[in-house]
């Protein structure tokens, strides 16, 4: 057996990455109220200020697995392996960015109104970042919470299922004209809005991978 790897298992971990994941995973969970109270908004200038505040989130997202990173490349025995803690902190930093992406659009195409479908899009992204929210707070005790731990991973799968079916429900719809009164550029950016939606639970089914491959290792 190899010195470094007989270090790693008597040598303390350093557990500094798990408030850094909580914190990443809470602003994320933020950044998805922010979106949600965005869909269900009507005046211009409100919507104006969830894109900016979504904006911040995304800021201090980009911060904080910064931080993550040079932390891991300055840390001799992490928690779990430092590839999937930077896996970790970079897929939930693509869910934020991804947010981020489709805040800005609204902000940019300002669409006359959210289909249902996109309602629904949204609430099911809020519901897995609680999810993700949730799984964070208990990587730190993996052992002892590993049957919650796949609960929130299993929920997070079965919301993925479900915004593909909305996703398909919604791009159906929208070349029906039910919900753009046959206007063309109306259609076209509530579909860009939407895809960007789709990409959002696309990537927090990703983050629900990652913490399964951890618990493979560690649990």
């Given amino acids: 057996m190899k010195i470094n790897t007989l270090l790693s298992m008597f040598a303390p971990k350093d557990v500094k990455f798990f408030p850094m994941l909580e914190e990443t995973a809470s602003i ?3 950044s998805s109220t922010y979106l949600q109270e965005l869909f269900s908004c009507a005046d211009e200038e409100h919507r104006t200020e969830l894109c900016r505040l979504i904006k911040a989130e ?3 997202g980009d911060k904080v697995t910064g931080s993550i990173i040079h932390e891991l490349n300055n840390t001799f025995i992490t928690p779990f392996d430092r590839e999937d803690v930077h896996a970790l902190a970079d897929v939930m930093d693509d869910v934020i960015d991804v947010i981020n992406r489709c805040a800005q659009k609204v902000l940019l195409y300002q669409p006359h109104s959210f289909p249902k479908h996109a309602i629904s899009l949204v609430e099911i992204i809020k519901k897995g970042t609680n999810e993700i929210q949730s799984a964070a707070s208990e990587l730190s005790n993996m052992k002892k919470t590993d049957l919650r731990l796949r609960a929130h ?33 109306e259609l076209i950016k509530l579909k ?28």
């Fill in 58 to 60: 995304e800021v201090k």
């Fill in 153 to 185: 991973c299993k929920e997070i799968k079965r919301l993925e299922e479900e915004a593909d079916v909305v996703y398909e429900e919604a791009i159906m719809s929208l070349f029906k004209g039910a919900d753009t009164m046959n206007d063309t550029v």
């Fill in 192 to 219: 860009e809005i939407i895809q960007e939606l789709e990409k959002a639970a696309n990537k927090i089914n990703s983050t629900g991978k990652v913490i399964v491959t951890i618990l493979v290792k560690y649990a």
């Fill in 28 to 30: 994320l969970s933020q």
